[in-house]
T-cell receptor, first 111, second 111 residues
Framework: DTAVSQTPKYLVTQMGNDKSIKCEQNLGHDTMYWYKQDSKKFLKIMFSYNNKELIINETVPNRFSPKSPDKAHLNLHINSLELGDSAVYFC??????????FGPGTRLTVT | GENVEQHPSTLSVQEGDSAVIKCTYS??????FPWYKQELGKGPQLIID?????GEKKDQRIAVTLNKTAKHFSLHITETQPEDSAVYFCAASYNNNDMRFGAGTRLTVKP
């Protein structure tokens, strides 16, 4: 199936831990994104990568770092997790200025 | 930066009635306006989009209108069905960069 996939779907961890969320797209898109959706459903862009270059970096803590080993992958690393990091994280991809396709989301719970 | 406001936050309609969701944006440079539908436990899915060179676009029961002068755009769903129940998001961006989302509208279609 052609799609945007994320792993894991659920992630429960303790404060202070370091965790990663993986994202892969097989749509041949050249731009990938990470969004955070909080408990009130508000969607906010965190990062986007175009051809391995960071082109948007919202005012997120530097504990969050995107890593793109190739055009089809954009992983999100989070260091020293805090309670406020609990949210659903969505990966998305697009071909330049065209529509964005979202992954199924990763629900992160920090205890 | 862009600021997108969306109304109403909740909308309940009877099956078969029409539903209208409205959004305003602040950045006159924005030229791409997608609408996403998010079902419970899933990622947002693009349902329709419009670019600033047109004023209206229709796809079966869904239509979007854009008023560039007033900087607002609307989603119209006709002949609503229970499966239309979901959270709907509007968004605005310039060439798909730095996409800003509205706060979402929870639509409930009562059978």
């Amino acid at each position: 199936d052609t799609a945007v996939s994320q792993t894991p779907k659920y992630l429960v961890t303790q404060m202070g831990n370091d965790k990663s969320i993986k994202c892969e797209q097989n749509l041949g898109h050249d731009t990938m994104y990470w969004y955070k959706q909080d408990s009130k459903k508000f969607l906010k862009i965190m990062f986007s990568y175009n051809n391995k270059e960071l082109i948007i970096n919202e005012t997120v803590p530097n504990r969050f770092s995107p890593k793109s080993p190739d055009k089809a992958h954009l992983n999100l690393h989070i260091n020293s997790l805090e309670l406020g990091d609990s949210a659903v994280y969505f990966c998305a991809s697009s071909h330049s200025a065209y529509e964005q396709y979202f992954g199924p989301g990763t629900r992160l719970t920090v205890t | 930066g862009e600021n997108v406001e969306q109304h109403p936050s909740t909308l309940s309609v009877q099956e078969g009635d029409s539903a209208v969701i409205k959004c305003t944006y602040s950045d006159s440079a924005s030229n791409y306006f997608p609408w996403y539908k998010q079902e419970l436990g899933k990622g947002p899915q693009l349902i329709i989009d419009i670019r600033s060179n047109v004023g209206e676009k229709k796809d079966q029961r869904i239509a979007v209108t854009l008023n560039k002068t007033a900087k607002h755009f609307s989603l119209h769903i006709t002949e609503t069905q229970p499966e239309d129940s979901a959270v709907y998001f509007c968004a605005a961006s310039y060439n798909n960069n730095d996409m800003r989302f509205g706060a979402g509208t929870r639509l409930t279609v009562k059978p």
